[in-house]
């Protein structure tokens, strides 16, 4: 069936580190990604989204590739901040239901000052 | 935005009861909203998605009679957890589309927390 997989955290980092979550993915079809943020105390946003092979999501500093090949979105950022201490949620399209998302378990970022 | 919020953000009830949650899209017209369940450290799981003035469609594995689902007004959706147990106790969250983007976008509320003693 069709899955998420992302690295477990938390994941802790200065400020100013570079940042890497991996994210891989088991689909069935050609289903869109994404990746969520959860900051403490609020709903998901959506946060990047690729909806084909090779497309490149990029919002406030962070990429994801959908890289097709190696069926990864992971999430990447070269300078993190404070304010990006969060939860983060790589998902899918159900690619059979244009209504239905897949989560993953969410990794929990801290960035020290 | 689009902004959903939900109420109550926290319950705490004795097993045996129910217990209603709602959640309000506050600057649109939701067309469609999911309910979704989140256990400590797991991914969100899909509970039921509804449509206004229609019957709730639920997962498999979800029993509608006990989650029961009420979709009023194009603003408005309703969780009850009837005869809650302690096995109930989660976090749930809603998340509602306008129908305006072409992929649905889904924004969510914050969630609410049940606790079933």
């Known amino acids: 069936g069709n899955s998420v997989t992302q690295m477990e955290g938390p994941v802790t980092l200065s400020e100013e580190a570079f940042l890497t979550i991996n994210c891989t993915y088991t689909?069935?079809?050609?289903?869109?990604l994404f990746w969520y943020v959860q900051y403490p105390g609020e709903g998901l946003q959506l946060l990047l989204k690729?909806?084909?092979?090779?497309d490149k999501g990029s919002n406030k500093g962070f990429e994801a590739t959908y890289r097709k090949e190696t069926t990864s979105f992971h999430l990447e950022k070269g300078s993190v901040q404070v304010s990006d201490s969060a939860v983060y949620f790589c998902?899918?399209?159900?690619?059979?239901?244009?209504?239905?998302?897949?989560f993953g378990k969410g990794t929990r970022l801290h960035i020290l000052p | 935005g689009a902004v959903v919020s939900q109420h109550p953000s926290r319950v705490i009830c004795k097993s045996g009861t129910s217990v209603k949650i709602e959640c309000r899209s506050l600057?649109?017209?939701?067309?469609?909203m999911f309910w979704y369940r989140q256990f400590p450290k797991q991914s969100l799981m899909l509970m039921a998605t509804s449509n206004e003035g229609s019957k709730a469609t639920y997962e498999q594995g979800v029993e509608k009679d006990k989650f029961l689902i009420n979709h009023a007004s194009l603003t408005l959706s309703t969780l009850t957890v009837t005869s809650a147990h302690p096995e109930d106790s989660s976090f749930y969250i809603c998340?509602?589309?306008?129908?305006?983007?072409?992929?649905?976008?889904?924004?969510f509320g914050p969630g609410t927390r049940l606790t079933v003693l």
């Open positions: 998340s509602a589309t306008t129908g305006e983007s072409s992929y649905n976008e889904q924004f």
């Open positions: 998902a899918l399209s159900d690619p059979n239901r244009d209504d239905k998302i897949i």
């Open positions: 689909a069935t079809g050609y289903p869109s």
């Open positions: 690729a909806t084909k092979a090779d």
């Open positions: 600057d649109f017209q939701a067309t469609t």
